[in-house]
Structure formats: structure tokens, C-alpha cells
């Protein structure tokens, strides 16, 4: 069996480096992360064992025990960020530079008058994030949620991990749906997230299936493992290089992998090594790096 690496995957530069600035904290007693630094289990319980607290991601409120609260690279609202510095803690600001252009773009939709219609995942940290400082708006999952809206000024924007494919066909029910509206459209789908969709798919080509190594919980990670569904290959989703089961590629002779952009190179390397051995393949021609 042969294993063939998709030219972009795993971590981006948002998520390396907010574990960057995580390293650097001298007492991470004195730290709570607020939700999960990243939907990443294996990176999450390192954090927890050098002594980091953690919000619960769903109900991250500001009553943390510490002074200092991390925020984490999927961002919050302004209006979360004076809750916690009303409530007294100091901040350690993660944010991504690509979630914050999601935000300034959300404010200047508001801004024009325009009813914002957010393309993301429902209740995702970073969807929370984007509308909690909105008065007016709508979250839209896909095709199916789009509706007539209360103005006939809409702007249109996304979370950073949607799939584009998704993000055009919403955008164009919205136009189909709401003719004679003013519709401005900021596409915030982030360049790492487009790139490692654009080399899944041109590995598409390539193999029989396909293992996307990510958090059980990573929303770019299930992207990628639907992507592949979509385009009838198989997609096998695991965490670690245990999740690997022998008997899923009995009948491959080409299996490619990705990963989701919370991924450790370690941990893709480990899954790596092990499709290999289950697949009889020295190294050397499985294309290590
Ligand atoms: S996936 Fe994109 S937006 Fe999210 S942390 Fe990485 S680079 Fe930033």
C-alpha cells in the first residue's frame, strides 16, 4: 500500500502561534484558557498537565480562579472581552489575525446598515465570537437555512473553516432568495483552510481513500473528511495513529492523508509510519516527508 501526503496539511500559523505565546507563559497556574486553545485532545491534555486551567468550551463564562485568562485563536466578541476585564482578569489574546478580519469585516456590515448573515457552524466558538457583538443577524449552516430577510441590505460573511463550495452555493441561494437586496460579500474563509482543501482535493485523484488526521471536535477536520465523502472516496477520521484499524484498507492500494490545521506534525507523522507498517511499505517509498 502506498501513502501519499497532501502537499498542504495540518497546523497553520494561527494555531502555532497561539501554542507559541501558550510556551511562553511563565506560571500556567495562573492561567485559564478560555474553551479549548485548540479542538485538539492530545494538545489539550499537555496544556492541562503543564498546569493550564480550561473553560468549559460550551459555557465559557468569566469567573475563571486565576487572574489571567487566555483567549483562544478562534477569538471572542469585544463585548466578552469587557465582560472578563470587568470581571477583573488580565487578558492573553490568542486571536488569530485571520478570525479578527472576520470580526472588522462583521463591523463594517453593520456599520452600512446591513443585516449580517454569518455562513458557519451553529453554536462553533468562533461563530459566538463573530455575532455576539451584532444586534441583527443570522447564522446559516447551508442552502437549507437561508430564508427571505428583514432587509434589503445584507452582508454576507463566513467562518474561517468553511468549505468555499459551501460558502458560493449559500451566497447564491441568498441572492436567489432575497432578489433586488443590496448584497455585499466579504469572503473571510482563511488562506490555510483554502489551501489544504485545494491539495485534499487534487489528492483526490491520487488514491482510493483518505485518512484526515484531527480532533474529534475540529470543524476544518470534519471539512476535509466531508469533502471526500462528497467526492464519493472514503474517508477514514481518526485523532492518533491508535485510531487506525488494519482493516480498513484490506482493499487500497493508494491511500492519501491530510490533517485538520490543529494537528501535530508528530501526530501526522505517527499515523504516517503506522499506515505503512499495516500496509507492508518500508518507509522509504511511503514518502516519510
Ligand atoms: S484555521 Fe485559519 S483562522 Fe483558524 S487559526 Fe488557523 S489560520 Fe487562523
Redesign the pocket.
Known amino acids: 500500500m502506498n501513502v501519499i501526503r497532501a502537499d498542504e496539511m495540518g497546523m497553520?500559523?494561527?494555531?502555532r502561534d497561539a501554542l507559541q505565546i501558550a510556551a511562553e507563559v511563565e506560571d500556567p497556574t495562573e492561567v485559564t484558557i478560555h474553551g479549548e486553545l485548540v479542538h485538539n485532545r492530545i494538545i489539550n491534555e499537555r496544556l492541562a498537565d503543564a498546569g493550564f486551567r480550561q473553560s468549559d468550551e460550551q459555557h465559557r463564562d468569566c469567573r475563571a480562579e486565576t487572574p489571567l485568562v487566555l483567549i483562544t485563536?478562534h477569538g471572542v466578541s469585544d463585548a466578552e472581552r469587557e465582560r472578563l476585564r470587568s470581571a477583573g482578569k488580565q487578558l492573553i489574546d490568542t486571536t488569530?489575525p485571520?478570525?479578527r478580519r472576520v470580526h472588522d469585516a462583521a463591523a463594517e456590515l453593520r456599520a452600512e446598515g446591513r443585516h449580517v448573515i454569518v455562513i458557519g457552524k451553529k453554536g462553533h466558538v468562533e461563530v459566538r465570537g463573530i455575532v455576539d457583538d451584532l444586534d441583527a443577524y443570522d447564522v446559516v449552516a447551508g442552502v437549507e437555512d437561508v430564508r427571505v430577510y428583514p432587509s434589503n441590505r445584507l452582508g454576507v460573511l463566513s467562518q474561517?473553516?468553511m468549505p468555499s463550495d459551501v460558502v458560493e452555493s449559500v451566497t447564491r441561494e441568498i441572492h436567489q432568495q432575497n432578489r433586488g437586496a443590496d448584497i455585499r460579500f466579504v469572503d473571510t474563509v482563511?488562506h490555510?483552510?483554502k489551501r489544504r482543501q485545494a491539495a485534499m482535493l487534487t489528492l483526490l485523484d491520487r488514491v482510493d481513500a483518505v485518512v484526515v488526521v484531527g480532533g474529534a471536535n475540529s470543524n476544518?477536520t470534519r471539512r476535509l473528511v466531508e469533502l471526500c465523502r462528497q467526492h464519493d472516496k472514503p474517508a477514514f477520521h481518526v485523532q492518533s495513529a491508535d485510531d487506525l484499524r488494519p482493516e480498513w484498507f484490506d482493499a487500497y492500494e493508494n491511500v492519501g492523508l491530510t490533517a485538520g490545521?490543529s494537528t501535530l506534525d508528530e501526530t501526522i507523522d505517527q499515523v504516517h509510519r503506522t499506515l505503512l507498517r499495516l500496509g507492508h511499505c518500508p518507509e522509504e517509498t511511503g514518502r516519510m516527508k
Open positions: 497553520c500559523f494561527g494555531v485563536a488569530c485571520l478570525v474561517t473553516t482563511c490555510p483552510t476544518n490545521t
